[in-house]
């Protein structure tokens, strides 16, 4: 099974504002795509709001499979593979300081290690299918649930699924 994750911001400006974030999640099943999406909010910069979008969408995976990150972000997407190396050398760079937005990058590290084993993830850095898609439902949708603060079951429930194998709210 593969799942395809598409990133978007509502700005690329590296400074810290409050930004609107989306993704879309999706996987062939049954024949044809299932897509699901989630939006909300990061206040931070650039970097900061892509990693905790990866790390939120990362929460949504309940069963082993290989999954694809696309995001415009380079920086981001060149170092996705290289996240159990920066977690082995303590999240300290090569002159031994703590690397930038180290919080950011052990959320995404523990979601990673949250998933069901084994799990493949490789990133994409480009435009991609969903960019313009993402960015206007943006514009003209409420993205009040903040990112990066975990994923909460239902009320009552204890747990969340939203129907599509191998996701869960």
Not at 21 to 28: A, D, Q, R
Not at 139 to 148: A, D, F, N, S, W
Request: charged share 25%.
């Amino acid at each position: 099974m593969k799942v395809d994750i598409y990133i978007e911001t509502s700005s690329q400006f590296q400074g810290k504002v409050e930004r609107k974030c989306g993704y879309v999640l999706s996987t062939l099943l049954r024949g044809g795509e299932e897509t699901r999406k989630h939006f909300g909010t990061v206040s931070g910069t650039y970097h900061q709001a892509v990693l905790l979008t990866i790390a939120d969408a990362l929460e949504h995976m309940t069963r082993s499979c290989k999954i694809c990150i696309h995001t415009r972000d380079l920086y981001v997407g060149s170092r996705l593979e290289k996240i159990t190396e920066m977690a082995g050398a303590g999240w300290m760079d090569s002159k031994g300081q703590p690397i930038k937005n180290k919080e950011e990058w052990q959320q995404v590290y523990k979601a990673m290690n949250a998933l069901p084993d084994p799990h493949e993830i490789t990133a994409k850095t480009e435009k991609h299918s969903y960019s313009m898609w993402l960015r206007e439902e943006m514009k003209h949708r409420e993205c009040g649930r903040i990112l990066g603060q975990g994923l909460e079951p239902a009320p009552g429930t204890g747990h969340i699924n939203n129907g599509m194998s191998g996701y869960h709210y």
